[in-house]
């Protein structure tokens, strides 16, 4: 399984970003997906994250209302950031896991995530 996230950068507080990870090597419908960051000195907490099989979601609520998880039908997760402020600054990881391992909740916990991208950077000033 391997995870190719894109689309950071450096943004204005309130602009929008798009994060885009490209996943291979495995079926979506068999995994949970999910975004998460990391700012320095800061523990690595989730974002956002999606269950291949029935496509709901969940979204951490520091977010919520201001990000948005989705994926297309063949191997793209994808992460719509709107609003953005400073605090969102961050290394962004998207990752996955078998759908078996985890329940809803136990999504927004990293530990339980078997595959990581190498991460994109974002900046809010």
């Known amino acids: 399984v391997q995870l190719v996230e894109s689309g950071g950068g450096s943004v204005q507080a309130g602009g929008s970003l798009r994060l885009s990870c490209v996943i291979a090597?495995?079926?979506?419908?068999?995994?949970?997906m999910g975004w998460f960051r990391q700012a320095p000195g800061k523990e690595r907490e989730a974002v956002a994250t999606?269950?291949?099989?029935?496509?709901?979601t969940l979204v951490a609520a520091s977010v919520k209302g201001r990000f948005t998880i989705s994926r297309d039908n063949v191997y793209t997760l994808y992460l719509q950031m709107d609003n953005l402020r400073p605090e969102d600054t961050a290394m962004y990881y998207c990752?996955?896991?078998?759908?078996?391992?985890?329940?809803?909740?136990?999504?927004?916990?990293?530990?339980?995530?078997?595959?990581w991208g190498q991460g994109t950077q974002v900046t809010v000033s």
């Open positions: 090597g495995y079926t979506y419908s068999t995994y949970y």
């Open positions: 999606i269950d291949g099989g029935k496509s709901l």
């Open positions: 990752a996955a896991t078998p759908r078996w391992r985890v329940t809803r909740a136990q999504s927004l916990t990293p530990t339980n995530y078997d595959y």
